[in-house]
């Protein structure tokens, strides 16, 4: 087991830096304090997607993504460690095929929302998509595992089609988007 935290706050970053993993310090406002910022940002909001009333196999798997996350967040946080895998991306295609299969095609874009749940998961795979912008314009500075920007790109597009699983399994349709041409004045 790692060190246990028994003092909060160390005034070490009081300065505007933080220390990285491997014992660097960083600017709090650098690339990659943002991504690791940003993949807890995602995180959370899964946490709190967690306490709503979810398919079980949607709910087990959040769960595993928020390890993985964790993960992910470490692997930023020391430059040069990779701690995510191939098979982490590929158990997310898997997973997103075996929820896909029970879902009508889509014909047409769809709005955050419907219920609860899904608006939330909705705003979970926006914070995915700042994720992965942010780890590829760090990316662009540094080294870094490729995994990270594949994990955060597949992720969004399970987390794309969680919402409409989780809006079918609450009996509530997905909210269509209609262009302004094709909307009728009120």
Same mark, same amino acid.
């Given at each position: 087991?790692?060190?246990?935290?028994?003092?909060? /706050?160390?005034?070490?970053?009081?300065?505007?830096?933080?220390?990285?993993?491997?014992?660097?310090?960083?600017?709090?406002?650098?690339?990659?304090?943002?991504?690791?910022?940003?993949?807890?940002?995602?995180?959370?909001?899964?946490?709190?997607?967690?306490?709503?009333?979810?398919?079980?196999?949607?709910?087990?798997?959040?769960?595993?993504?928020?390890?993985?996350?964790?993960?992910?967040?470490?692997?930023?946080?020391?430059?040069?460690?990779?701690?995510?895998?191939?098979?982490?991306?590929?158990?997310?295609?898997?997973?997103?095929?075996?929820?896909?299969?029970?879902?009508?095609?889509?014909?047409?874009?769809?709005?955050?929302?419907?219920?609860?749940?899904?608006?939330?998961?909705?705003?979970?795979?926006?914070?995915?998509?700042?994720?992965? @912008?942010? *780890?590829?314009?760090?990316?662009?500075?540094?080294?870094?595992?490729?995994?990270?920007?594949? /994990?955060?790109? @597949?992720?969004?597009?399970?987390?794309? *089609?969680?919402?409409?699983?989780?809006?079918?399994?609450?009996? *509530?349709?997905? *909210? /269509?988007?209609?262009?302004?041409?094709?909307?009728?004045?009120?």
């Amino acid at each position: 087991m790692g060190n246990r935290l028994t003092k909060i /706050y160390t005034k070490t970053g009081d300065g505007g830096s933080t220390g990285l993993g491997d014992g660097t310090r960083t600017l709090k406002c650098s690339d990659r304090i943002e991504a690791i910022g940003t993949v807890d940002e995602l995180n959370c909001i899964i946490g709190i997607l967690l306490c709503e009333a979810l398919p079980e196999e949607i709910s087990k798997f959040f769960t595993k993504i928020q390890h993985e996350l964790f993960d992910l967040g470490s692997e930023l946080s020391v430059p040069g460690y990779t701690a995510l895998s191939e098979e982490s991306v590929s158990t997310i295609e898997i997973k997103l095929d075996a929820i896909n299969q029970h879902l009508s095609p889509l014909k047409e874009f769809i709005l955050p929302g419907g219920s609860r749940p899904a608006a939330l998961c909705h705003q979970a795979r926006a914070v995915c998509r700042r994720a992965e @912008r942010c *780890v590829i314009r760090l990316e662009q500075k540094e080294q870094i595992s490729e995994l990270s920007r594949k /994990y955060l790109n @597949r992720l969004s597009d399970y987390l794309f *089609v969680a919402c409409r699983a989780i809006n079918q399994s609450l009996d *509530v349709k997905d *909210v /269509y988007w209609a262009s302004q041409r094709t909307q009728t004045a009120k």
